[in-house]
């Protein structure tokens, strides 16, 4: 029970990573009264992540300074429904945010748009291969809303984000160096390339050889000063080694911070208070809008009601799906009976890689950025026979170096043993002579990759732990067995010394050790039918109407790229469809 | 560092270019201005603030196998790998700190869903080392401080096998003590390993400089500079 109630807001926002930030920017301007709750801490460039302490592996890459941390709060996990769930106990598979930022502060910043087909995979599908493709307990769904609708909200992100890149089609039109295969958009990217790194290079060369189309992958990772449309400022990347998993001490990554919140706080009607996890959305009686949230100050030790008249859940894909199980809007999925809504169609990312090792070549590999590197289409969603190669799915292919961080970046041919003189002679040997192929590809949802309430596991404040369930599935690995052939074909292709090659086979497990990627998706996800729907084509809960849920939960099964693009495009159509549609007359709008 | 195959070596590289006599100059001259670093205890005088005596004693030697000295490079005593590991168990790693730990707990589930042991990585080393000893005693004769370096590393790819009879909530012992040795090679040197940037110095990894501007897309340009550290060290 809140013992406190603190004075009504128009809004107020549950978590301030990226679509947090955009939410609040965009209702300030319109005049609203606005509230964001952010658990965690408040964190700024300097001092946070200022030169040169934030160049720090051990405590950011391995210990995972910035990042949630499980004790206070976590999921459990399970491959399959009859297994029991156990804690993620620490980090490894995915790392999400903590603190003012978000996982916006540390992510890697590749920032991409899904592809037209993928929008409508379902009636694409069906349309071109037959419904008898899709293998059984798959749940492919559409999303609601076309490539064409998102265009302008994702030229919106990328403008306010500041992404480097090259156009590959504009309004139609195929433009030379850029990816062939993506949708079309309105204009050029707000900045050109980031540079290449040498590897990068060669892994494009040997693909334009065999007849490919290379371009350089779109980055949230700055190539020369830029000044985006809140007035923020970024300056251009230093390709300083020390980017995923930090914060970027240069103003260069894209963060929510660089190219928002400092613009946000100067606001009157805007504030933000940290240490303040929301517990529980509150539901009118009618349990047809909701009231506000309770939260937790850790600062009083109180929980406080904060009513308001819009709730915004940018908590991140996983965070708003408990919140929504905990707040009980929208009827809970159940795996055994394909009912329910609110954990249908948990799924995740298939990715896996070829190293190569050159004696004779040198790539320094701590000159790198989160994001650079050079990427291949040619084998994504759009230009897979899905009937004739047996799977559902597809794959960016890219090439590029983030660091050359020897902890966790030391990459050693095939045969070197783990320790031992054997372990000391190869890192002084092959440091710095290896480059790397990865397959970025998508991950369908089925039946039972779902997320709901564990029995077991409670958190800090007593409420039930979120569990995961969740497996590689067949279809899925066919397509990174696919991907496995494209890519040694590359790879031989370059003559290396050694080469290995790391992707899912048949029975993989899912291992929640090793990091595979923070994009979790699904979950609560959109659509135009409130059966299979948790939220409408607009991210409006079917439920309560005044609840508007942002972020990769929305996603019905996972694109072939990384999600943030898309993320931040779903926020900007959600605000118009606001502004223009729900403010005037606040309403369910479907 | 080895020198690449017909390049000028890193010495050479450094006097032959004109940024490199400059950044080189500049070096010395910080150098001259600071003041003479006191040379850290002996690792047998080091005051520990986790390890006892007998743990001391076989963290030693095992860091001394699982990267030892000799041949390239420094080793992980040359590199006071111990001192890292002694500090990390006092603190928040070592506690669990970060971590989700309330149970129900069941340290023997399938690996692919993680750590599931009730104790901290700072009880799993004190736990596990003591049943390795005794396993060593009963197998090869004695405690694994005083084996000869093979035998060490017989026993010690017995544990990583997982074929000493650890129970399971201390099954991830052999990882915790591997990977945190590698931490303390590679980690900045203010965390107590990495003695003097020796392991950046041997593979070429420039530590916290982090401005490379004019260097992607260099091909096969060895980077001239060596590492800093984040107090401002160089090596
Ligand atoms: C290492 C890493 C690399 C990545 N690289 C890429 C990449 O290259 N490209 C890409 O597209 N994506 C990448 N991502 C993913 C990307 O970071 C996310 O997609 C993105 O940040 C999601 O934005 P969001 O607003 O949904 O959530 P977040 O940015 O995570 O923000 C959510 C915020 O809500 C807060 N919160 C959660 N629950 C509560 C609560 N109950 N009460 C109050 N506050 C709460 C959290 O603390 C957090 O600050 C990466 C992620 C990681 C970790
Ligand atoms: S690589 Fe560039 S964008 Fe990334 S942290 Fe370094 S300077 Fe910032």
């Known amino acids: 029970m809140a013992t406190r109630t603190d004075p009504k807001k128009d809004v107020v926002i549950i978590g301030l990573g990226w679509t947090g930030a955009i939410m609040g920017m965009e209702l300030a301007?319109?005049?609203?009264?606005?509230?964001?709750?952010?658990?965690g801490d408040d964190r700024s460039t300097v001092p946070d992540f200022q030169y040169p302490n934030i160049f720090d592996e051990l405590k950011y890459a391995v210990r995972y300074d910035l990042m949630q941390k499980p004790v206070n709060s976590t999921l459990t996990v399970r491959h399959n429904t009859a297994e029991t769930a156990l804690p993620y106990r620490h980090l490894g598979s995915f790392l999400p945010g903590d603190g003012v930022g978000g996982a916006g502060v540390h992510w890697n910043g590749q920032n991409w748009r899904p592809q037209a087909v993928e929008y409508r995979l379902r009636s694409y599908v069906e349309e071109t291969f037959g419904a008898d493709i899709i293998p059984e307990g798959m749940q492919l769904q559409d999303w609601g809303v076309t490539a064409e609708e998102l265009e302008p909200h994702m030229t919106k992100f990328e403008s306010v984000a500041g992404i480097a890149g090259k156009a590959g089609n504009i309004n139609g039109e195929i433009q030379e160096g850029g990816n062939p295969f993506e949708a079309?958009?309105?204009?050029?990217?707000?900045?050109?390339?980031?540079?290449?790194?040498?590897?990068?290079?060669?892994?494009?060369?040997?693909?334009?050889?065999?007849?490919?189309?290379?371009?350089?992958?779109?980055?949230?990772?700055?190539?020369?000063?830029?000044?985006?449309?809140?007035?923020?400022?970024?300056?251009?990347?230093?390709?300083?080694?020390y980017c995923e998993r930090f914060g970027c001490n240069n103003y260069s990554k894209s963060s929510p911070q660089v190219c928002i919140i400092d613009a946000l706080k100067r606001k009157p009607n805007f504030s933000y208070r940290t240490r303040s996890e929301v517990l529980k959305i509150e539901k009118a009686a009618d349990g047809k809008t909701a009231t506000g949230v309770t939260y937790f100050d850790e600062k009083t030790g109180e929980e406080v009601f904060q009513p308001a008249d819009l709730v915004?859940?940018?908590?991140?894909?996983?965070?708003?799906?408990?919140?929504?199980?905990?707040?009980?809007?929208?009827?809970?999925?159940?795996?055994?009976?394909?009912?329910?809504?609110?954990?249908?169609?948990?799924?995740?990312q298939m990715t896996g890689g070829t190293s190569m090792w050159f004696r004779d070549k040198v790539f320094n590999p701590f000159v790198g950025t989160g994001a650079g590197g050079m990427s291949i289409d040619d084998f994504s969603m759009s230009q897979i026979d899905f009937g004739k190669e047996g799977f559902i799915g597809g794959s960016y292919i890219t090439c590029g170096h983030t660091g050359g961080r020897p902890i966790q970046q030391m990459s050693l041919?095939?045969?070197?043993?783990?320790?031992?003189?054997?372990?000391k002679e190869a890192v002084g040997e092959w440091y710095g002579h290896s480059l790397s192929i990865g397959s970025h590809g998508s991950n369908m949802a089925y039946r039972d990759t779902c997320l709901d309430l564990d029995p077991t596991y409670k958190d800090r404040h007593g409420r039930p732990l979120m569990r995961m369930t969740f497996d590689w599935k067949d279809n899925d690995i066919r397509m990174t067995q696919f991907m496995k052939a494209r890519i040694e074909e590359i790879a031989k292709s370059m003559n290396p010394d050694a080469m290995a090659s790391g992707y899912?086979?048949?029975?993989?497990?899912?291992?929640?050790?090793?990091?595979?990627?923070?994009?979790?998706?699904?979950?609560?996800?959109?659509?135009?039918?409130?059966?299979?729907?948790?939220?409408?084509?607009?991210?409006?809960s079917w439920d309560c109407h005044n609840v508007w849920v942002m972020g990769a939960s929305a996603f019905p099964q996972n694109i072939q790229y990384n999600p943030t693009g898309a993320v931040g495009g779903l926020a900007y159509w959600a605000l118009e469809a606001l502004r223009k549609d729900y403010l005037p007359n606040p309403r369910p709008l479907m | 560092m080895r020198d690449m195959p017909g390049r000028p070596s890193r010495r050479g590289f450094l006097k032959g270019s004109a940024a490199g006599v400059a950044i080189a100059s500049l070096?010395?001259?910080?150098?001259?201005?600071?003041?003479?670093?006191?040379?850290?205890?002996?690792?047998?005088?080091?005051?520990?603030?986790?390890?006892?005596?007998?743990?001391?004693?076989?963290v030693m030697a095992a860091c001394d196998r699982l990267i030892p000295s000799g041949g390239n490079g420094p080793g992980a005593i040359d590199c006071r790998v111990p001192v890292f590991i002694d500090r990390q168990l006092s603190g928040n790693f070592g506690k669990a700190a970060d971590w989700y730990m309330q149970g129900p707990f069941d340290p023997a589930a399938n690996p692919t869903l993680g750590f599931q042991s009730p104790l901290t990585p700072a009880e799993i080393y004190r736990q596990a080392i003591p049943v390795f000893q005794d396993w060593c005693n009963q197998t090869h004769g004695d405690n694994f401080e005083n084996l000869e370096a093979a035998t060490q590393d017989a026993a010690l790819t017995s544990l990583q096998k997982g074929e000493v009879g650890l129970a399971p909530e201390l099954r991830d012992f052999f990882q915790f003590l591997l990977a945190n040795t590698k931490e303390g090679y590679f980690a900045d040197p203010s965390y107590g390993g990495n003695h003097d940037m020796q392991a950046w110095v041997y593979i070429g990894f420039p530590g916290a400089r982090g401005a490379f501007t004019s260097w992607p897309g260099r091909e096969n340009a060895q980077y001239p500079l060596g590492p800093v550290a984040i107090n401002g060290d160089r090596a």
Request: net charge negative; glycine share 10%.
């Open chain 1, 184 to 241: 079309p958009r309105s204009a050029e990217y707000p900045m050109p390339p980031l540079k290449n790194t040498w590897d990068s290079e060669l892994f494009a060369d040997a693909a334009r050889n065999m007849g490919y189309h290379p371009f350089p992958r779109p980055a949230a990772n700055a190539s020369i000063q830029y000044v985006n449309d809140y007035g923020m400022q970024l300056g251009p990347c230093n390709y300083c080694g």
């Open chain 1, 29 to 39: 301007n319109e005049g609203l009264e606005i509230l964001a709750l952010e658990r």
């Open chain 1, 504 to 540: 899912k086979g048949d029975g993989a497990q899912y291992d929640v050790r090793p990091y595979q990627s923070t994009h979790n998706v699904g979950g609560a996800i959109m659509g135009t039918d409130p059966k299979t729907s948790a939220i409408n084509r607009y991210l409006q």
């Open chain 1, 312 to 348: 915004l859940v940018c908590a991140y894909s996983l965070h708003n799906v408990h919140l929504l199980l905990l707040s009980e809007i929208g009827e809970p999925y159940n795996p055994d009976t394909g009912e329910g809504v609110v954990g249908r169609n948990y799924s995740y």
């Open chain 2, 27 to 58: 070096a010395g001259a910080v150098k001259a201005q600071a003041p003479e670093k006191e040379a850290p205890p002996p690792l047998d005088q080091y005051e520990r603030v986790y390890f006892n005596e007998a743990e001391w004693a076989f």
């Open chain 1, 413 to 423: 041919p095939p045969g070197t043993p783990a320790w031992g003189a054997g372990w």
